[in-house]
């Protein structure tokens, strides 16, 4: 069992940055890759980015490639995702998750553990 914790989130501008955390407490941290995902009102939960066990591989979904970056750090237990530029379009609760295995992957049903969620509105 891993428990997921994300914060971070608040209201922002057009073009500001925001940096979320997730913090995971539980069974081995290092055991298991990460993803970040966010959902819209109204729309599916979306993949945005993803980080191997390592965090020597990581994966972005085109919208977000190039303005946000994913990390981890295994000794705290911890991953991150950095939002610069951010657009009104990106507004969304944004959730970590935790799958087993190496490789992250974008799809949700691959992942076994999932945070709450942390609110990131974008303003005009």
């Known amino acids: 069992q891993v428990q997921l914790e994300e914060s971070g989130g608040g209201l922002v501008q057009a073009g500001a940055s925001l940096r979320l955390s997730c913090a995971a407490s539980?069974?081995?941290?290092?055991?298991?890759?990460m993803g970040w995902f966010r959902q819209a009102p109204g729309q599916e939960r979306e993949f945005v980015a993803g980080?191997?066990?390592?965090?020597?591989?990581?994966t972005y979904a085109d919208s977000v490639k190039g303005r946000f970056t994913i990390s981890r750090d295994n000794a705290q237990n911890a991953v991150y995702l950095e939002m610069n530029s951010l657009k009104p379009e990106d507004t969304a609760v944004f959730y970590c998750?935790?799958?087993?295995?190496?490789?992250?992957?974008?799809?949700?049903?691959?992942?076994?553990?999932w945070g709450q969620g942390t609110q990131v509105t974008v303003s005009s």
């Open positions: 998750a935790a799958k087993g295995g190496t490789w992250p992957e974008r799809s949700t049903r691959n992942y076994d553990y």
């Open positions: 539980g069974r081995t941290f290092s055991g298991y890759a």
């Open positions: 980080i191997s066990r390592s965090g020597g591989i990581t």
